[in-house]
């Protein structure tokens, strides 16, 4: 069964402290994995698909990488209006549903 | 720039009582699918969908839930007999094609409560 993980669950920083958020995955044959952002009460917004390992793709302040495992999403400089759950999801196998993590919550403060 | 939507946003039932989920996908899109995110859960794959059939379901898709394409722009989901534990966010996604490295771009959701 396929198995995505993301951490930390939480994390606050201060506007303009750059971090990272985690996503490990155990997957039989990863076709794609999935970056979303979500704000309290909406649906997920496609922010980028990674497909194979060394991959990286970069908009605006936000830059995705991936390896074998596990996904990082980097966040530079962020602003407060960056505050919002981000969703790690993979499709595997020959299917083409989602599997998601249960997010990072990330609240930047001034 | 396209978007899918959902109607209704908010949907309060009774236990027992039969419901109506809807969604327009993309105009141009082919595949259309189910999620569903209890509250401070992940999101769950439900149901694919194309050409009028079920392509993929997942176990939390019973036999009280079905999906419809009733024409050209709309998607349905029903849930037959509403239980408690089917309170939850339901969100409809679409993409052109339904290879599993297509990116699927989600409605803004029905939160749906059941009472």
């Known amino acids: 069964e396929d198995q995505v993980t993301q951490s930390p669950e939480a994390l606050r920083l201060q506007e303009g402290e750059s971090s990272s958020l985690n996503c490990s995955y155990t997957v039989s044959g990863l076709r794609g994995l999935f970056w979303y952002r979500q704000d309290p009460g909406k649906g997920p917004e496609f922010l980028f698909t990674?497909?194979?390992a060394g991959e990286e793709k970069e908009k605006e302040r936000l830059k995705a990488t991936l390896t074998k495992k596990e996904s990082f999403l980097h966040i530079t400089a962020p602003k407060p209006e960056d505050s919002a759950t981000y969703l790690c999801?993979?499709?595997?196998?020959?299917?083409?549903?989602?599997?998601f993590g249960t997010g990072t919550q990330l609240k930047v403060e001034l | 720039e396209p978007e899918v939507t959902q109607t209704p946003s908010h949907q309060v039932t009774q236990m027992g009582q039969e419901v109506i989920l809807r969604c327009v996908p993309i105009?141009?899109?082919?595949?259309f699918y189910w999620y569903r995110q209890i509250l401070g859960q992940k999101v769950e794959f439900l149901v694919s969908f194309y050409n009028n059939e079920i392509s993929e379901k997942s176990e939390i898709f019973d036999d009280q839930f079905s999906v419809e394409r009733p024409d050209g722009s709309n998607f349905t989901l029903k849930i037959r007999s509403t239980k408690l534990e089917d309170s939850a966010m339901y969100f409809c996604a679409s993409s052109d094609r339904g290879r599993s490295t297509d990116t699927q771009y989600f409605g803004p959701g029905t939160r749906l409560t059941v009472l």
């Open positions: 105009s141009n899109h082919l595949y």
């Open positions: 999801a993979v499709s595997a196998g020959g299917g083409n549903k989602l599997t």
């Open positions: 990674l497909y194979s």
